[in-house]
């Protein structure tokens, strides 16, 4: 199963939302949200809370991709999130992640016995390819006890 398809079985939201996994690396991850109508703004764009959930879900998917093989000792989790909406959008939109830290300090980290907190940066863009928001969520991975 791809990090995509696991996404979409175990987060209703994004199985709701229709957002499909285009590619998913521990270098990048890009996410897409169709133009639907049932999820539009008071000017025809996409809702701002469905270009929050693309963001969060790109950065789950890098954070999958680059910390999968973690999982039997930590479980990862958002810590924090910020957004801003730099241009209309309309249309369908993408959400492509990057890591903030390099995935080997994180890690160190955890095999030091810390909790690490890492940032992912998304850029959030129109078809035209103008960037109409930014987000970063700040993750961390809770070690298993």
Known sequence: MSIGEMLAATVPMARTLNIEFLETTPEKAVVALPDQNEYHNHVGGPHAGAMFTLGESASGAIVLAAFGDQLSRAVPLAVRADIAYKKLAMGPVTATATLGRPAADVVAELDAGERPEFPVTV???????????EMTVVWTLRPNS
């Open 123 to 133: 850029a959030i863009q129109r078809a035209d390819g103008a960037i109409t928001g």
